[in-house]
């Protein structure tokens, strides 16, 4: 089983930036996809991006330009880089593990973007 753990959410003001984290353990198998979402409160979650295992990335429409996606494999350490942050993407941000039809999900850290 893969156990997935973010970190680096916390309480930031409009146009900062801030890094999140999610460290991987467990039966990590490649290739795999891992990728983050987010949830604002209320609603479902959305992609913001997934990146393989061999470094390829992929965005969401609305997430390209302010987001980068990066991991390093030797520490099983997935990244979501958010620069000019806004109040809108205040939210919870999970990370996910995908290996053929098994996703596991992160318990979500809270990002606060104060106006």
């Known amino acids: 089983q893969v156990q997935l753990v973010e970190s680096g959410g916390g309480l930031v003001q409009a146009g900062g930036s801030l890094r999140l984290s999610c460290a991987a353990s467990?039966?990590?198998?490649?290739?795999?996809?891992m990728g983050w979402y987010r949830q604002h409160p209320g609603k479902q979650r959305e992609l913001v991006g997934t990146i393989t295992s061999g470094g390829n990335t992929d965005y969401a429409d609305s997430m390209k330009g302010r987001f980068t996606i990066s991991r390093e494999n030797a520490k099983n350490t997935l990244y979501l880089q958010m620069n000019s942050l806004k109040p809108e993407d205040t939210a919870v941000y999970y990370c996910t593990y995908t290996r053929g039809p098994l996703i596991i999900w992160g318990q979500g850290t809270l990002v606060t973007v104060s106006s």
């Open positions: 467990g039966s990590i198998l490649t290739p795999n996809v």
